[in-house]
């Protein structure tokens, strides 16, 4: 529509009598200055097509995507009933509260409609409208924010892909928060946390929005625009103050990659450093991948931000419950994988793959674990960098603590030709010393065992002549019960005495 027709359609809307503001305009400014006001009136030409039918009888067909635009511009024009009876504004309103307010799916319709109109959405009470709604349908079912992440048990992929056959054929599949703009889904959000509504769902919601705007954009600083890496800069920043702060909320894997956004994003050091917090506080549930950050700059020189990892480890040893052991075992395993990971790299700095190392021993202290698992990643170092001088093979190696490698890898290490010199005159110095210790501790136990069946020999010498008493007490006392009985009182003779008993000689009579 052009100016012109709008000018004509105002003319012919005043006279229908059906908006103050209308009467008031053009009563005051001549035709050329109507072409100034059109500027001022926040629509777009469909809605304005609406209000004019309305002005001359037609039916106007309300719909959940043009509700909001229209109510904003009947607002506008002050056609109220005020004005005349059975107005727009008061028809638009009731459709709003009877159509789209009992429903979330149409509630979230209605918001992406008010876009273009949101100052006036926000003035007249119309998003607080929505807002309320949408807070008492949460409470009553929060899975209107969708699914939560399923976070796993184990170390696999954490995914917060829906069934995409179950959304297909489900018959109340929920509209998400993920296509508003920021500007309505930051309050949303933070009004939602006020209500407690719980976590789960919010970080999920959170982060579905973070991949719509921000994962699945290029990251590239050359391709991109400054307006648009500003936008989302600010959408980062402001989902990482929305985020709740409770652990495992959302996996390991996917703070990862929203840390790495606000680092290419050039996102504020407070933005950053919180990533890093709710990272190293479940950093036991990581994987080697995750750890693969870039540096901001993307300087060649600097592969991996070894400063960030070394921020996140210490978050992780300040908060872990020290009771529980096995997350400090994770966390040593997982710095040796990636310790083994990135000395396959070609390009990675000697003095960086050092501070990785370091990294690695202090993480394995106290969990009593040997050195083998770095042991072998230096060795895939100096097989990968063969150009490495003999002291600079030194220096990787004074970070190692051979008295912590096992007899294998001692073995190993000492037929290594990859190791300097003087790494293995100190593997073969830590052999012998294990060998010594292993034949003092088998001299020690041997002398012990040898003690111990002295002192079981001369125990049982002694329970010998205790047994030897007892059973002299007992034949005495057998001895006279005998007695009594009429037996041989010997000591010698434990026999009672017999009779002889005599037989009658036998007679042979011969019958004469």
């Not at 100016?3 to 103050?20: F, G, P």
């Not at 929305?242 to 933005?271: K, Q, Y």
């Not at 079981?456 to 005495?476: P, Y």
Request: proline fraction near 3%.
């Amino acid at each position: 529509m052009t100016e012109r027709r709008y000018v004509d359609t105002l003319l012919r809307m005043t006279k229908s009598a059906s908006s103050t503001e209308l009467e008031v305009q053009v009563g005051k400014n001549s035709n050329a200055d109507l072409y100034y006001l059109l500027h001022d009136i926040p629509v777009d030409s469909e809605t304005f097509d609406l209000v004019a039918r309305f002005c001359h009888g037609c039916a106007v067909q309300m719909s959940t995507e043009n509700i909001v635009p229209l109510i904003c511009l009947s607002f506008y024009l002050g056609m109220d009933e005020n004005h005349c009876n059975n107005n727009l504004l008061s028809k638009a309103v009731t459709f709003f509260e009877q159509t789209v307010l009992p429903s979330w799916n149409e509630i979230i319709k209605a918001l992406r409609s008010s876009e273009k109109s949101l100052q006036q959405t926000m003035q007249i009470g119309l998003f607080d409208a929505c807002l309320q709604a949408m807070i008492a349908k949460a409470s009553d079912n929060p899975r209107h924010l969708g699914a939560p992440i399923i976070v796993s048990t184990d170390k696999g992929d954490d995914s917060d892909r829906p069934n995409a056959k179950r959304r297909l054929f489900a018959l109340d599949w929920q509209e998400d928060l993920t296509p508003l703009s920021l500007q309505l889904y930051e309050p949303i959000i933070y009004t939602m946390k006020q209500h407690e509504i719980p976590p789960t769902y919010i970080s999920a919601s959170i982060y579905r929005y973070a991949k719509k705007w921000i994962f699945h954009c290029n990251n590239g600083r050359e391709t991109m625009s400054i307006y648009k890496r500003k936008s989302q800069r600010n959408v980062i920043e402001t989902l990482e103050k929305l985020l709740p702060h409770r652990r495992e909320l959302i996996p390991c894997t996917l703070l990862f990659e929203m840390l790495r956004c606000a680092i290419n994003l050039e996102a504020s050091s407070v933005c950053r450093k919180s990533f890093e917090i709710r990272i190293g506080k479940q950093l036991d549930r990581a994987k080697v991948k995750d750890l693969l950050i870039l540096p901001q700059g993307y300087a060649k020189e600097v592969q991996y931000d070894i400063e960030c990892i070394r921020r996140i480890l210490k978050v992780f040893y300040s908060n872990y419950n020290s009771s529980d052991a096995s997350g400090f075992i994770s966390v040593a395993e997982l710095m040796e994988e990636f310790l083994a990971e990135v000395a396959c790299d070609m390009d990675l700095m000697i003095d960086s793959f050092i501070s990785l190392v370091e990294m690695s021993m202090a993480a394995a202290l106290g969990t009593k674990r040997n050195s083998d698992g770095i042991y072998r990643a230096i060795d895939i170092y100096f097989e990968k960098h063969a150009y490495l001088t003999e002291k600079e093979k030194e220096q990787v190696c004074k970070a190692l603590d051979f008295r912590k490698m096992s007899p294998e890898a001692c073995e190993h290490a000492a037929k290594n030709e990859r190791l300097p010199v003087r790494a293995v005159v100190q593997v073969l110095f830590m052999a012998q010393l294990q060998m010594r210790e292993t034949l003092a501790r088998t001299a020690y136990y041997d002398d012990k065992s040898e003690k111990e069946e002295k002192e079981e020999d001369e125990q049982e010498i002694t329970n010998g002549c205790i047994r030897q008493r007892v059973n002299k007490g007992k034949v005495s006392l057998w001895s006279e019960m005998k007695r009594k009985f009429g037996c041989m009182t010997s000591m010698g003779d434990f026999h009672c005495p017999t009779k002889k008993k005599e037989h009658p000689k036998c007679e042979i009579h011969h019958n004469s």
